[in-house]
């Protein structure tokens, strides 16, 4: 082949193209006003210079091929490119290495390989990466509009898939039990890296409802610590939706748990009073409340109208005022979802409530319920 500028022959050519040929750097960069407008960056080439710019990546390409896509929220996203500056920067991976591993469909595996090699395993970025690893699976060339034109949904259960058995593969989600499909429903959200939304029934079912709520970032905090757990027991333990199913039926999730997960992890549940009860099983109506109070988009549940003095409103407003104290007193840091349901039991909702909001105008006729029971 002869170099495209002098003509000379010669084997070298475009390291990102690979289709035009020069002699040497001195004729390759008389020709880079024109090649550039010719020879297609790699994604892995924009993600070089996003490492070095230390900025999260917007090409479109590059977040698809390289699986920002897959990151739920900036934290997830930031831990992302902090693994690949730790491959850039440090162990000094090229552009054309990382376009390589990522063409021959294993990138996950040669991160792993090369940064055990290189000792990078104690980084912390790294550590993230091996219990978050399926945002680095099932990457695809990104292809602009034709690219992925499955629906959401199909797209937010397909990593449901592995963990089904051979019969629940090839039946209609609808066809499942309820209590499958709930759990069906977490397992999608867990692995596609989200936290249940409050107003699903998930949310309540697998213990969310009982994370501290003193404020929204309070909130997500903590239900990430629980999605975490969970995560722990599907992706690092293999735990099938069979066997988690099996446990949610006869309310030993928390025996689960406690077999196949860290101690911290188990102990942290303990600590933080975590809930999971189990399909069907009683449950505190304060979970309910939190539900309704902390949702817009949540009916008033009847344990909660009975139990919360809902059912003392006359009026619609009425209600929405007590509604919003209840709101207030959920975010409130000393607010203690297990205080509450006591003082409710013992027919003291208004006490307690005025121990953690002393500057609300309370109504006590609107906090009394019909506890304590009397002996029958």
């Not at 406690?258 to 549940?269: A, P, Q, V």
């Not at 975590?274 to 309910?288: A, D, L, P």
Request: include cysteine; aromatic fraction near 12%; glycine fraction near 4%.
């Amino acid at each position: 082949m002869e170099c495209s500028v002098c003509k000379k022959p010669t084997a070298k050519r475009c390291s990102r193209c690979h289709t035009t040929y020069y002699c040497g750097t001195s004729c390759q960069k008389k020709d880079y006003p024109n090649h550039v407008r010719d020879c297609p960056s790699r994604t892995a080439d924009i993600l070089v210079k996003n490492v070095f710019a230390d900025t999260i990546p917007t090409n479109e390409a590059v977040r698809y091929e390289y699986g920002f896509c897959n990151c739920i929220g900036p934290l997830e996203e930031s831990n992302l490119l902090g693994l690949y500056i730790g491959l850039i920067k440090y162990i000094e991976i090229s552009a054309s290495e990382l376009h390589s591993w990522w063409n021959s469909g294993n990138l996950s595996s040669h991160i792993k390989k090369v940064c055990e090699e290189k000792g990078y395993n104690k980084s912390e970025y790294y550590k993230w990466f091996l219990e978050n690893e399926h945002v680095l699976q099932g990457l695809r060339k990104y292809e602009g509009k034709k690219t992925d034109k499955r629906s959401i949904i199909e797209k937010f259960s397909e990593k449901v898939i592995p963990y089904l058995s051979e019969h629940d593969q090839k039946v209609p989600f609808e066809s499942l039990p309820e209590s499958k499909r709930n759990v069906f429903a977490l397992y999608a959200t867990v692995l596609n890296g989200n936290i249940p939304g409050i107003e699903q029934i998930i949310w309540t079912e697998f213990g969310f409802c009982c994370c501290k709520y003193a404020d929204e970032f309070l909130g997500q905090i903590e239900e990430i610590r629980l999605r975490d757990v969970y995560r722990e027991l599907i992706i690092q333990k293999g735990c099938k939706v069979d066997e988690f199913h099996d446990a949610y039926l006869s309310g030993s999730i928390m025996d689960l748990l406690k077999k196949e997960c860290s101690s911290d992890n188990f102990n942290w549940l303990l600590e933080n009073k975590i809930e999971i009860k189990g399909y069907q099983k009683m449950k505190k109506s304060v979970y309910n409340l939190k539900q309704y109070a902390l949702s817009d988009a949540v009916d008033l549940p009847r344990p909660v109208n009975v139990d919360y003095g809902f059912m003392n409103c006359s009026t619609e407003d009425e209600r929405r005022q007590l509604k919003n104290i209840y709101r207030k007193l959920i975010k409130n840091p000393r607010f203690d979802p297990q205080d509450l349901h006591e003082a409710c039991i013992a027919g003291k909702i208004f006490d307690y409530v005025r121990s953690i909001l002393p500057n609300e105008a309370l109504k006590a006729n609107l906090f009394k319920n019909p506890y304590p029971l009397k002996d029958i």
